[in-house]
Nanobody
Framework: QVQLVESGGGLVQAGGSLRLSCAAS????????EGWFRQAPGKEREFVAG????????YYADSVKGRFTISRDNAKNTVYLQMNSLKPEDTAVYYC??????????????????WGQGTQVTVSS
């Protein structure tokens, strides 16, 4: 079992920045890979950013490419999402997720086995 706890959400003006954190517990080192998803009101959950299994490669949704950066601190068992140049359309609940299948698709929501409770990000215009 893996427990994921997100933090760092809040209200920010357009053009501002936020850094989300996802603290993982209950995991064994290198047995899971993490990603970030988001869900806006009335919309389906969508992929934002994720790692390849080794962590050597990162993936981003086209809508956030160049503005968001996913990173991890293995010593702290924490994954981050640095969000810059935020736009009102980035407003959503952001979820951290972890997958345990080496062969699963890092951009696919069903590939992830564990989810955090979510953190709200609101970007005002």
């Amino acid at each position: 079992q893996v427990q994921l706890v997100e933090s760092g959400g809040g209200l920010v003006q357009a053009g501002g920045s936020l850094r989300l954190s996802c603290a993982a517990s209950g995991r064994t080192f290198n047995t899971y890979s993490e990603g970030w998803f988001r869900q806006a009101p009335g919309k389906e959950r969508e992929f934002v950013a994720g790692f390849s299994w080794s962590g050597a490669q990162t993936y981003y949704a086209d809508s956030v490419k160049g503005r968001f950066t996913i990173s991890r601190d293995n010593a702290k068992n924490t994954v981050y999402l640095q969000m810059n140049s935020l736009k009102p359309e980035d407003t959503a609940v952001y979820y951290c997720a972890a997958r345990s299948d080496y062969y699963s698709d890092p951009v696919s929501s069903p590939a992830y086995d564990y989810w955090g409770q979510g953190t709200q990000v609101t970007v005002s215009s």
